[in-house]
């Protein structure tokens, strides 16, 4: 249906500001302008080196659709606009699935186009066009022809019974599938972004089988998708150009755990609790939690986190080695298994946390930690937000290393309590665990913490929690957003997940909060405080167009006071789908080096498309 990706259009409200901007973090592109080409609109194209050209617009005239358009909703990226063999089918395939369109056809004489709404589209809206041969206006067509035009891999939402017959050559039969079960199964992750249906699922066994299978699809073309657990949050391993994707949760061996160097050697399928289970037996365990049962690839995939990450690091802290099978199906290894190195760039970091952009990870070495002798729980109430936050950065700056430091938000706590009974004051709160040699130790360590949580404001300091207790706190405190879902029945959730410098959580948690108040729309704020993670789930029904507006309004001023904040749009989700319209305002020009670095290593754009950079 589409025939390709033509340009992508940005309304502004200065167009020279924007024009300095965008040459600047596109290292000096070259500008096509064009300031007739529609009436009341300026614009100006900047070749981008791929299949499409960035499009500023700057509407002048008052009355016009785009001005309308910011007027509503600000400034923020406008629309993606394909050119399509058959406007009527495209459109008719698209209201089939319960896409709703709204047409301006006589807009332009020399277009036929209709838009899909935004929310159907990650934060902008599709424009598809049908474009009669040569009807480009004179100014356009030279901004278009001169962009390069780079390799662009096809789309597949079905296999041909020729391609079906090479993909079983390579597994045995029962691991290859194109039933429909199966592909649904692996459309969509736990967020509310949608891909598209992929052409067949594949599960591979070996690095040898993984290699094969890329080598395959790199020779035909065709788009390739990792798939872990599906526990992820952006949409980051949904496929959204269909083609083939590799079901890693079968290579799910423990294949050499190492007591005295403190590692482990895994395959990708490996789930997490499972291998702290085996671990367990040794005295170790590994310490990354997001919470999820995630596979140990989907967290390298993602650079996973979570409670613990205060005191022992996210994913990438805990990796020392990695076998990665490139786009290509050439495989290679990366790190050691030396506790230290110094011999070149460091690929294993650049590998955790590339999402499956770069390669598909097939085995991994992870370093591990002694189980703690003696665990310290607390639970702490504060009078206000601010006490709260300004207790976490008293805590951190003493000294008192922490493995756990939560915040949750009055909202959030009476959830809690209503779901698990756990009798916890609906007050702004801290949860804290320390882990020690000995509980004399820890009885001073909670001594020093409970003097600097009363100097904050804090209402009581509960300490001593017995392991029943201790557990069903942590549990509640892992299935949160599984709370809120299921409080909200037929809901979405747009998750917020910020990390600034530890100085600024106060001033990014109680932001956070106001803005949510201020919103109207139901809104929770809590998170890894310890590590400045602070997530903000919202609460809304995509049909309902106004509410929506307004959740992903609050999404764009949250993630944009943590920048300006000197922070990250995300601490431990990825990017996805749903945050890379966030990437180019926080590394300005290294956003481009990383594009470069994907062509680098993925040259025909086929493992996992769309993820991190605009597909």
């Known amino acids: 249906m589409i025939r390709r990706i033509d340009h992508v259009s940005i309304a502004v409200r200065d167009l020279e500001n924007a024009k300095r901007f965008f040459c600047g973090v596109l290292g000096g592109r070259e500008l096509y302008t064009a300031t007739e080409a529609g009436e009341g609109f300026r614009w100006t194209a900047i070749g981008l080196g791929s299949s499409c050209a960035l499009e500023l617009i700057d509407p002048v005239g008052e009355d016009s659709f785009l001005h309308r358009f910011l007027d509503r909703r600000g400034d923020g990226a406008h629309h993606v606009t394909f050119q399509v063999n058959d406007l009527g089918d495209a459109r008719a395939t698209l209201e ?30 599709l424009q598809f066009a049908e474009l009669d041969p040569g009807a480009w206006t004179e100014a356009l067509a030279p901004a278009i022809a001169a962009t390069p035009q780079g390799t662009v891999t096809s789309s597949a939402q079905e296999f041909t019974p020729e391609q079906i017959a090479e993909l079983t050559a390579l597994v045995e039969p029962d691991r290859f599938s194109v039933g429909a079960s199966n592909r649904e199964l692996h459309a969509r992750d736990i967020s509310p972004h949608r891909g598209e249906l992929p052409a067949g699922v594949i599960w591979p066994l070996t690095t040898g089988e993984v290699s094969a299978i890329l080598a395959w699809c790199s020779d035909n073309d065709l788009p390739v998708t990792p798939w872990g657990a599906g526990s992820s949050l952006e949409g980051n391993p949904v496929p959204v150009r269909g083609g083939l994707v590799v079901d890693l949760t079968r290579m799910d061996r423990v294949l050499d755990i190492r007591p005295r160097d403190l590692q482990v050697d895994v395959q990708p399928g490996v789930l997490r609790k499972e291998l702290n289970r085996r671990l367990g037996r040794h005295g170790l365990f590994f310490p990354p939690d997001p919470g999820a049962d995630a596979t140990i690839g989907g967290m390298i995939a993602n650079n996973a986190s979570g409670v613990q990450t205060v005191r022992y690091g996210s994913t990438r802290d805990n990796v020392m080695r990695l076998v990665v099978v490139l786009p290509s199906g050439d495989v290679i290894h990366t790190g050691t298994r030396a506790h230290k190195s110094s011999a070149g760039y460091d690929l294993t970091r650049l590998f955790v946390g590339s999402e499956g952009t770069l390669g598909v990870v097939t085995e991994a070495t992870l370093k591990l930690t002694g189980l703690p002798a003696h665990h310290l729980a607390a639970t702490v109430p504060f009078e206000t937000l601010e006490g709260a ?91 949160a957003l599984e709370t809120i879902q299921r409080a909200h029945p037929g809901k979405e959730t747009v998750i917020v997940d910020v990390a600034v410098p530890i100085s600024t959580l106060p001033e990014m948690v109680v932001f956070s909060q106001e803005q949510v108040d201020a919103a109207g729309v139901p809104g929770f704020v809590f998170g890894h405080a310890g590590d400045g993670n602070c997530h903000v789930v919202l609460v809304g029904d995509p049909a309902d167009e106004d509410e929506w507006v307004r959740i992903e309004d609050l999404n764009q001023r949250v993630v944009g006071r943590a920048l300006e904040l000197g922070g990250t749009c995300t601490g431990e989700h990825g990017v996805g789908i749903g945050k890379r319209r966030f990437m180019a305002a926080e590394h300005g020009l290294g956003y481009e080096l990383m594009r470069r670095i994907k062509g680098l290593v993925d040259p025909k754009g086929i493992l996992n498309p769309g993820k991190i950079f605009p597909d």
């Open 96 to 125: 089939a699935r319960g896409v709703p369109t709204f047409g301006y056809n006589d807009a332009d004489p020399n277009w036929k186009y209709f838009y899909v709404h935004p929310r159907h589209a990650f934060g902008v809206l």
């Open 389 to 479: 936050t300004e207790a976490v950065a008293a805590m951190i700056g003493s000294g008192l290393d922490p493995a756990a430091l939560e915040l949750l938000t009055p909202g959030i706590i009476a959830l809690m309590n209503r779901e698990a009974g756990l009798g916890l004051a609906e007050a702004p709160s801290l949860f804290c665990e320390f882990h020690g040699v000995s509980e004399a130790a820890l009885a001073e360590t909670a001594a020093t913490a409970e003097d600097l949580c009363r100097q904050c404001g804090a209402l009581s300091f509960r300490s001593g929690i017995d392991r029943k207790a201790r557990a069903e706190l942590w549990r509640a405190r892992h299935e």
